[in-house]
T-cell receptor, first 116, second 116 residues
Framework: AQKVTQAQTEISVVEKEDVTLDCVYE???????LFWYKQPPSGELVFLIR??????QNEISGRYSWNFQKSTSSFNFTITASQVVDSAVYFC?????????????FGQGTELSVKP | DSGVTQTPKHLITATGQRVTLRCSPR?????VYWYQQSLDQGLQFLIH???????AKGNILERFSAQQFPDLHSELNLSSLELGDSALYFC???????????????FGAGTRLSVL
């Protein structure tokens, strides 16, 4: 079975704090993709990053960074120096590569609230 | 703006009715995916079409059906609506499919369906 778990339902921080959103996944596939999406209050889903299972290098994009550890089946997302505009629900997702049409399997989401 | 267009943005209807949700994918994208987001189920994959053909089905009810037309736009038909069908329905598109998850899915703004 394939599953994504985001254990943190809600996180509240004060602006400029660093925050890490956890994501743990389960899959029997050896090749797969992992994603993070952001859903701001306006409701749309915005793509943030994709990582394939062969590449365990961490990635940094501005204030965002991602830590992929295959050994612990985790793909955590860190926001450095958070800002009010980062307030949103963040979803981690898993996609099998060779079957099931590339569907995304989403976690339940973590609602991040950044207060001024 | 993701380039994926969904209409209408909001839909209010009564139980037992039938509605059609429309999605226009990004220019050049051949794949269309439908997802349902509800409070109790989270984000769930419904169905995937690639270049007019159904590629994968998720937990889509028999009362729901979809199709992708020659111009690549897609429609999701929901019939015999129940209160529990109230949700945010997302369409996403990607360049390819072939069961390969490397294709990034870009989401539309969603259609919020309220069944009264």
């Amino acid at each position: 079975a394939q599953k994504v778990t985001q254990a943190q339902t809600e996180i509240s921080v004060v602006e400029k704090e660093d925050v890490t959103l956890d994501c743990v996944y389960e899959t029997r596939d050896t090749t797969y993709y992992l994603f993070w999406y952001k859903q701001p209050p306006s409701g749309e889903l915005v793509f943030l990053i994709r990582r394939n299972s062969f590449d365990e290098q961490n990635e940094i994009s501005g204030r965002y960074s991602w830590n992929f550890q295959k050994s612990t089946s985790s793909f955590n997302f860190t926001i450095t120096a958070s800002q009010v505009v980062d307030s949103a629900v963040y979803f981690c997702a898993l996609s099998p590569i060779y079957n099931q049409g590339g569907k995304l399997i989403f976690g339940q989401g973590t609602e991040l609230s950044v207060k001024p | 703006d993701s380039g994926v267009t969904q209409t209408p943005k909001h839909l209010i209807t009564a139980t037992g009715q039938r509605v059609t949700l429309r999605c226009s994918p990004r220019s050049g994208d051949l794949s269309v995916y439908w997802y349902q987001q509800s409070l109790d189920q989270g984000l769930q994959f419904l169905i995937h079409y690639y270049n007019g053909e159904e590629r994968a089905k998720g937990n889509i009810l028999e009362r729901f059906s979809a199709q992708q037309f020659p111009d690549l736009h897609s429609e999701l038909n929901l019939s015999s609506l129940e209160l529990g069908d109230s949700a945010l329905y997302f369409c996403a598109s990607s360049v390819g499919a072939s069961g390969k998850g490397e294709n990034i899915q870009y989401f539309g703004a969603g259609t919020r369906l309220s069944v009264l």
